[in-house]
T-cell receptor, first 111, second 114 residues
Framework: GEDVEQSLFLSVREGDSSVINCTYT??????LYWYKQEPGAGLQLLTY?????DMKQDQRLTVLLNKKDKHLSLRIADTQTGDSAIYFC???????????FGRGTSLIVHP | EPEVTQTPSHQVTQMGQEVILRCVPI?????FYWYRQILGQKVEFLVS????????KSEIFDDQFSVERPDGSNFTLKIRSTKLEDSAMYFC????????????FGPGTRLLVL
């Protein structure tokens, strides 16, 4: 079945850029998502990209998609302590409306 | 901004007991979902619900689970006889009038089965 993989932890210094990476296996993916989960909160949709795009920028967030390598990344510029959270990558194929999630990457931002 | 809400935020129960997890989806949404996340593991799909019936379910969603929309606002997940391995965070989500529309998640209910 489909699989989504991401590293479990990322630690960055405040003000630096963070890059969270994700790989997926489903070649028919049409939507790819990044969700953020703060402590005690639900999954908040941060951004998404259609599979026919290779980049999307939204303020401090840049999503890059390499469809050939099935690699998705989320770059957060000027990372702040408020960005500390778990970031989930998810993919959704055209045949299903159910996203497949990765395990989540814990982003730790230290001063 | 409208949001999905869930109650309770935490629930502790004894093995074998029934639990009902409650969700209030976004008011104009028509598709409703339950997911769970066992600690340290991936978010897993349980079931989707549309037009007062289950539209899709995963192999996790066995006979111990049921869902209901008892009125125009609530969407519930019932676990009839809880097992230790049901301990997880349960997320409700909803989406609008298309299955391809983005799903909006609630804050989750953390269920602990002792």
């Amino acid at each position: 079945g489909e699989d989504v993989e991401q590293s479990l932890f990322l630690s960055v210094r405040e003000g630096d850029s963070s890059v969270i990476n994700c790989t997926y296996t489903d070649s028919s993916s049409t939507y790819l998502y990044w969700y953020k989960q703060e402590p005690g909160a639900g999954l908040q949709l941060l951004t998404y990209i259609f599979s026919n795009m290779d980049m999307k920028q939204d303020q401090r967030l840049t999503v890059l998609l390499n469809k050939k390598d099935k690699h998705l990344s989320l770059r957060i510029a000027d990372t702040q302590t408020g960005d500390s959270a778990i970031y989930f990558c998810a993919e959704q194929s055209g045949g299903s409306y159910i996203p497949t999630f990765g395990r989540g990457t814990s982003l730790i931002v230290h001063p | 901004e409208p949001e999905v809400t869930q109650t309770p935020s935490h629930q502790v129960t004894q093995m074998g007991q029934e639990v009902i997890l409650r969700c209030v989806p976004i008011s104009n949404h028509l598709y409703f979902y339950w997911y769970r996340q066992i600690l340290g593991q991936k978010v897993e799909f349980l079931v989707s619900f549309y037009n007062n019936e289950i539209s899709e379910k995963s192999e996790i969603f066995d006979d111990q689970f049921s869902v209901e929309r008892p009125d125009g606002s609530n969407f519930t997940l019932k676990i009839r006889s809880t097992k230790l391995e049901d301990s997880a965070m349960y997320f409700c989500a909803s989406s609008s009038d298309s299955q391809q529309e983005t799903q909006y998640f609630g804050p989750g209910t953390r269920l602990l089965v002792l």
